[in-house]
């Protein structure tokens, strides 16, 4: 009867601490997914390459640190020279990680190349 | 025995009250990373600051007036696309030496102007970002000139999935 109840408590204790588990694995996994969404990155990036052209002044070189972004794409299988592309036609900025990208315009009427090498981004302003 | 069933009534309300706390938790985490990463990263108010600085720049040499500028002087000049500052368009600047009375310009989306003067007073989520810029520079003549450089900017970037 003794031994019993001790079970039964056994029992109760342990489906407590495997739910409150579950419960704090799953609030890690979402803050984890979270912090590691790509469109992020994508927005972060394509904005600030865009200000640094309209801020740029014609003939400027600009390096720009780019590892992070860089080894998310390397672990998504993403060809390192398609995570940054220029638009000549509509002045857009165009950063894409995985299958979705994003696109942000600048205003000035440069011709801008961008070049990736060994983590770092090279942003050429020619007038 | 009386014991022991108050022992049992207070884990079952222990268990709910845990239960309550874990649900009070996770949903401040959740709301809080949400909130964190689907907040909207706008830059409009730089580019304004941008826009503002370059025709400022474009204008002026050495705090002197660059008198020459005609209509699209601004386009030829000062690497400006003539695109984006039509009507309809997300970029807008306007241009006024001594109050307007000398030279007045603007290009871009006129009703950012008056959009600017609303977003001032009422917090406008959507409303374009403005800048302005007063300068004195000098003209030709030595004489001190009043400029007024207004500026705003209305992108949002484009997501393409």
């Known amino acids: 009867m003794v031994n019993k109840k001790a079970e039964n408590i056994g029992l109760e204790e342990v489906m407590f601490i495997i739910l409150n588990l579950i419960f704090i694995f799953m609030l890690g996994v979402f803050v984890y997914s979270s912090g590691h969404r790509y469109f992020v990155y994508e927005e972060t990036y394509a904005k600030q390459i865009?200000?640094?052209?309209d801020n740029a002044k014609p003939d400027m070189v600009v390096l720009m640190n780019v590892n992070?972004?860089?080894?998310?794409?390397?672990?998504?299988?993403k060809n390192i020279n398609d995570i940054f592309k220029i638009d000549e036609k509509e002045k857009r900025v165009v950063v894409s990680i995985g299958e979705s990208n994003y696109a942000y315009q600048y205003f000035s009427n440069y011709n801008v190349s961008l070049q990736l090498n060994n983590g770092y981004l090279t942003i050429g302003i020619k007038k | 025995m009386i014991n022991n069933m108050n022992k049992k009534a207070s884990e079952k309300?222990?268990?709910?009250?845990?239960?309550?706390?874990?649900?009070?938790?996770g949903t401040v985490i959740v709301t809080a990373v949400g909130t964190?990463?689907?907040?909207?990263?706008?830059?409009?108010?730089?580019?304004?600051?941008?826009?503002a600085g370059r025709?400022?720049?474009?204008i002026s040499d050495n705090g002197y007036l660059i008198y020459d500028?005609?209509?699209?002087?601004?386009?030829?000049?000062c690497s400006l696309d003539r695109r984006f500052?039509?009507?309809?368009?997300?970029?807008?600047?306007?241009l006024s030496i001594n109050n307007g009375s000398d030279f007045n310009v603007s290009y871009g989306d006129a009703s950012n102007e008056a959009n600017c003067i609303i977003s001032e007073k009422v917090d406008a989520k959507f409303f374009a970002k403005c800048a302005?810029?007063?300068?004195?520079?000098?003209?030709?003549?030595g004489n001190n000139i009043k400029i007024f450089i207004l500026t705003s900017a209305n992108q949002i970037g484009r997501k393409n999935v």
């Open chain 2, 85 to 94: 500052f039509e009507r309809g368009s997300n970029y807008f600047f306007k």
């Open chain 2, 55 to 58: 025709v400022l720049m474009c």
């Open chain 2, 69 to 77: 500028f005609n209509q699209s002087y601004f386009f030829n000049n």
């Open chain 1, 68 to 77: 992070d972004i860089v080894d998310l794409s390397i672990k998504n299988n």
């Open chain 2, 13 to 25: 309300i222990l268990s709910l009250w845990w239960i309550l706390v874990l649900a009070v938790i």
């Open chain 2, 132 to 141: 302005y810029k007063k300068e004195n520079l000098i003209d030709r003549n």
């Open chain 2, 36 to 51: 964190y990463y689907s907040a909207a990263i706008n830059v409009n108010s730089i580019e304004a600051e941008i826009l």
């Open chain 1, 50 to 53: 865009a200000l640094i052209i």
